[in-house]
């Protein structure tokens, strides 16, 4: 009889699935896929409670001021059931960020940094944590990322629009007609064969 060699666990390989597991069940944003965090990634809620995260909606502001026509308040569309959500000259920072999502975040991320709005960017500041050797001096860093469209009529790739549920669904009515014309051909050449054969 075979012996069935034993396999042993640490402790530490028990702590590294759990972290596994809880990362890989973190609430993600629905339009870019990433997880949500407290910084750029802050789920944001739209008027009809569809949640987003801040960099998406920054993102689809800047396109959106794009198409809207005259000088009226700026609004956002869902993307889901696109319901306008009204803007204030914040813009998406200032929109309601998820509580709900928010507490599902790991205890470090569950408290919202402030980030604002600059002209085509989204920026955010932290101080820097002072070391013993340093003086009692604080420094802060800044981080800001690009939100518009780089060139005057240009859409990034990542934000330009598109019909990816169309285009399913038009490539899969294609794959049906093919098959049902090949179908069709491979029955004719059956048939042909049996009635010459």
Not at 29 to 43: E, G
Not at 124 to 136: N, Q, V
Not at 145 to 165: F, M, Y
Not at 178 to 190: D, G, H, K, R, Y
């Amino acid at each position: 009889m075979a012996q069935i060699p034993q396999v042993w666990h640490t402790q530490k390989e028990k702590v590294d699935l759990d972290i596994m597991v809880a990362v890989g069940s973190q609430p993600e944003c629905s339009i870019c896929y990433n997880t949500y965090d407290n910084v750029f990634k802050t789920p944001k809620l739209l008027d009809c409670a569809h949640t987003f995260c801040l960099e998406c909606l920054s993102r689809l502001m800047a396109i959106s001021l794009g198409e809207q026509e005259g000088g009226g308040s700026s609004k956002i569309l869902c993307p889901f059931c696109r319901h306008p959500t009204l803007l204030t000259k914040e813009g998406p920072p200032a929109l309601a960020t998820s509580s709900e999502v928010l507490c599902k975040l790991p205890s470090h991320q569950q408290h919202e940094e402030p980030v604002w709005l600059d002209g085509e960017k989204l920026c955010y500041k932290r101080a820097l944590e002072a070391s013993p050797e340093a003086s009692s001096s604080t420094s802060t860093f800044c981080i800001c990322i690009d939100i518009g469209a780089s060139k005057a009529g240009e859409v990034p790739a990542q934000t330009r629009p598109h019909n990816t549920a169309f285009m399913r669904r038009l490539t899969s009515c294609k794959r049906l007609l093919l098959f049902i014309v090949l179908m069709v051909l491979l029955l004719l050449f059956c048939c042909r064969n049996i009635i010459c054969g």
